[in-house]
DNA sequence: TCGATTTATCGATGCGTATCGACGATGCGT
DNA sequence: ACGCATCGTCGATACGCATCGATAAATCGA
């Protein structure tokens, strides 16, 4: 592997010249910044990392951390994940894969051993146990998600009241009056992410100033429970029934319950999931969704946590970032009475 | 952050005398490894990774290249990428994520740089233009999947012609003299990763030595299509049918177009699956699957990687390991005659 | 034309660790 | 009691880069 310093050589400069050609720290003139990328080119020449970090105290690596294998919301997990790498590279960074389970004390070793200039931390609860660790690390942590108590921190997320609010402003323009909500699955709920009560405190306000009733009711990940909690909806319903559901394992379940008591979302029933715009498509009936906007999400994550590291200065920040939601009109809602 | 420097003086040692208590290449007395243990407890210190990467020409960091976002599939990848992050940290090392649009050129980079010392590739085409590039990196590179052209590498997959013998198998001892098996969804055909090949191959080959007729049906993302083919199978099959669908998406349409058609699992029709235990056991039916380990797949390919990493001996490796698959028994498919 | 600036480059040093050779201390056999 | 191997520790050096101060060269003003 070449170094600096054969490529100071074979360019007939310093090394050191080499090092500002590289970082544009100093004025290099053009004919000697020419030479050297020369005899980058020719030697092919990458700096090494290892050496940089010690020398300029930065590794340009984030670590992410991502939460225990639930074995469900898998595939969401990934496409954060996806998105949050590519992002860090248009930054000219790097991702390090931290598990959930080292616990907290991995968040120690990677920032103690400085692999790593900052942190992102995915899936954040209620009361995380990472959290008070996560405050006496010095360098950069940026949540995702929100947790009881974000004094001192960094956090950014879905605005998920927004998108409680929009779902039943929707569907009350829409003409309806009782709108009934799946609530997430309990294997969520559980884990003790606030967003589920986010979103429902933005639908209850919505329903309360818009005058319409909103029942809840336990998510589930099997048949027989959504299918109850349809059948209490469905007698609890004059006129059109409406639901929703923002959680994508039961929303396609729903599906499957409505269609066998015979009932087509867009005609008989309204219906709002949460789903990529390319697999709403997909379904039977074209879904009207709530985006929660994952990758806008990931994205700004990057993006904030590369502002702080940018700015070095040690104080600690705090700030709290939410990503609108978007509501889109596929068939799978009722359309609101001409003129609305 | 304190140095090794400060836990030696803190401990009353030369600096060489803490890394080699760290390192255990040297004997050390009893007595002072307890004072520099007690210095390196005192003081938390851990060694500052960049040094130890310049000093040791070793990262102990692996990239792991993942492919690009497919939109689907992304929950089995996000379970290869959980279960490597986790193994790598048992071997002592981390996981550095490699995006696929980065290309080729990002396997130059992050080993040109030194950031990593081993690279495993993820979802391998038949022809895969990073297969080049890695054939030429003076690093170990740690395939999972196989190659058109495997030469001068090592790789490591699941063995799905195993699989598609099994699935045969099982099916023809329970009976079934016709079995339709229903290929991938065409977004992972269309791929060129060639474990279809292998699969069908392992299928046709057991087929034809148990007299079993096979009949492929194209897979697909919708309905439609699915409904077509089983309609077809139907036809074709004499007594009750069986129904192969490797592709998870691909069972879950398969499941509603037979309970549309009033089939129940394990009663008038067969059907394997691919699908872990648990959500097989979560299925209306409980789902029979074949399993193609992608947990024992990332552990064994972190392994293999590690060795390598250790022996570090240049000579060009070149190794094909087949995890071997399992089929379980579950409701969907019809009993063995007594005996048997 | 000569000193005062500015510009471009060089040399030296430090970052924190691993490792090698050296050296004093200890234990051995005779 | 003396030479000799062994054990435990130290000091010095290298790893590759960033950065600082210094210096030589070029530019300018008067």
Redesign the interface.
């Known amino acids: 592997?070449p170094t600096s310093k054969d490529v100071a050589q074979a360019a007939g400069v310093a090394q050191s010249t080499v090092s500002y050609v590289l970082s544009g720290k100093r004025p290099i003139s053009e004919k000697t910044r020419k030479k050297v990328e020369a005899a980058i080119e020719e030697l092919?020449y990458?700096?090494?990392?290892?050496?940089?970090?010690?020398a300029g105290r930065r590794?340009r690596?984030i670590g992410?951390v991502?939460p225990f294998?639930p074995?469900l919301e898998?595939?969401?997990?990934?496409?954060f994940?996806?998105?949050i790498?590519?992002t860090a590279?248009q930054f000219d960074h790097?991702?390090?894969?931290?598990?959930e389970?080292?616990g907290a004390a991995g968040l120690?070793?990677?920032v103690?051993?400085?692999?790593c200039d900052g942190l992102i931390l995915m899936q954040v609860e209620d009361e995380d146990e990472r959290l008070p660790v996560a405050r006496t690390l010095n360098v950069p942590v940026l949540l995702i998600g929100i947790p009881r108590d974000p004094s001192g921190l960094v956090c950014i997320d879905a605005d998920f009241e927004m998108a409680g609010d929009q779902c039943i402003r929707d569907l009350a323009s829409a003409g309806h009056s009782v709108v009934s909500i799946i609530e997430w699955q309990p294997a969520v709920v559980n884990r003790h992410v606030n967003y589920v009560d986010r979103f429902m405190r933005g639908a209850d306000t919505a329903a309360e100033s818009l005058g319409v009733a909103v029942h809840h009711f336990p998510g589930g990940?099997?048949?027989a429970i959504i299918s109850e909690s349809v059948d209490k909806a469905l007698a609890a319903t004059e006129g059109v029934p409406a639901f929703i559901a923002p959680d994508r394992t039961i929303q396609d379940i729903l599906r499957?319950a409505l269609t066998a008591r015979g009932l087509t979302p867009g005609v008989d029933v309204s219906v709002i999931g949460s789903a990529?715009p390319?697999?709403a498509e997909?379904q039977?009936v074209p879904l009207s969704t709530i985006d929660l906007r994952p990758k806008e999400v990931s994205r700004r994550a990057v993006k904030i946590i590369c502002d702080l590291l940018e700015t070095e200065n040690q104080g600690p920040h705090e700030s709290l970032e939410l990503v609108p939601t978007v509501i889109t009109h596929r068939a799978s809602t009722l359309r609101p009475p001409h003129g609305s």
Do not use: F, K, Y
């Not at 990458?46 to 010690?54: C, D, I, K, S, T």
């Not at 790097?94 to 598990?99: G, N, P, Q, R």
């Open positions: 592997m092919t990458q700096p090494n990392a290892g050496a940089r970090a010690l590794t690596v992410l991502i294998i074995e898998m595939a969401s997990l990934m496409e994940v996806s998105v790498a590519s590279r790097d991702i390090l894969l931290v598990t389970d080292e120690r070793r990677v103690g051993q400085q692999i990940a099997d048949v499957r990529s390319t697999l997909l039977p």
